[in-house]
């Protein structure tokens, strides 16, 4: 059964509903590693019977040293795929040029490219808007893209629904992406 490793950073939702679709199934998550010590999603990960990491950015000198680090803990499981899921850095060429990593990004792409996504979309004059999820590469949200989803804005929507639209559109597309990969 093929591997994969999981980095986030924060409440580790996407990183659940990935383990709870595709753990023992499609895939074998090995590990999931947050670059936060508080990251919520330690505990859901946890709670699964997923091993977790905690490999924290404050505690290097450069981006380069910590994607150094990261590899390094990364290659120790031996994935097949990396998947960051709410893993809030801007990888260096260190990590991007050793991994096979891909990437959600609550966007279509290549439209609204880092941070803040989901608002700068929801600001937009744009009527379709969706999620893109791609290959992790040198330039920020600009790797290959595998697979995207969009959807329709309501003429009445609120930031609130829009991002629960977007969501959902995540739980159901990183699991497509992730075994769509590794097959």
Same mark, same amino acid.
């Given at each position: 059964?093929?591997?994969?490793?999981?980095? #986030?950073?924060?409440?580790? /939702?996407?990183?659940?509903?990935?383990?709870?679709?595709? +753990?023992?199934?499609?895939?074998?998550?090995?590990?999931?590693?947050?670059?936060?010590? *508080? $990251?919520?999603?330690?505990? &859901?990960?946890?709670?699964?019977?997923?091993?977790?990491?905690?490999?924290? +950015?404050?505690? #290097?000198?450069? @981006?380069?040293?910590?994607? $150094?680090?990261?590899?390094?803990?990364?290659?120790?499981?031996?994935? *097949?795929?990396?998947?960051?899921?709410? /893993?809030? @850095?801007?990888?260096?060429?260190?990590?991007?040029?050793?991994?096979?990593?891909?990437?959600?990004?609550? =966007?279509?792409?290549?439209? /609204? &490219?880092?941070?803040?996504?989901?608002? @700068? =979309? /929801?600001?937009?004059? *744009?009527?379709?808007?969706? !999620?893109?999820? +791609?290959?992790?590469?040198?330039?920020?949200?600009?790797?290959?893209?595998?697979?995207?989803?969009? #959807?329709? @804005?309501? *003429?009445?929507?609120?930031?609130?629904? #829009?991002?629960?639209? !977007?969501?959902?559109?995540?739980?159901?597309?990183?699991?497509?992406?992730?075994?769509?990969?590794?097959?």
């Amino acid at each position: 059964m093929k591997k994969i490793v999981i980095l #986030f950073s924060g409440d580790g /939702f996407n990183a659940q509903n990935i383990v709870k679709s595709l +753990h023992n199934k499609e895939c074998f998550v090995a590990c999931g590693i947050t670059n936060k010590r *508080d $990251a919520k999603g330690l505990d &859901k990960l946890q709670n699964l019977g997923i091993k977790t990491d905690v490999l924290e +950015h404050v505690n #290097f000198n450069s @981006r380069e040293e910590f994607d $150094a680090q990261l590899v390094k803990l990364i290659n120790s499981y031996e994935p *097949d795929l990396v998947v960051l899921s709410g /893993f809030m @850095r801007i990888l260096s060429d260190v990590f991007t040029e050793n991994m096979k990593a891909i990437n959600l990004h609550p =966007s279509l792409l290549p439209k /609204f &490219k880092g941070a803040k996504a989901i608002e @700068r =979309s /929801f600001e937009s004059d *744009d009527k379709e808007c969706g !999620i893109s999820v +791609h290959y992790v590469s040198s330039e920020l949200d600009g790797g290959e893209i595998i697979l995207q989803e969009s #959807f329709v @804005r309501e *003429d009445n929507e609120t930031l609130e629904s #829009f991002s629960a639209k !977007i969501k959902k559109i995540e739980y159901e597309i990183m699991p497509q992406a992730i075994v769509k990969v590794l097959n």
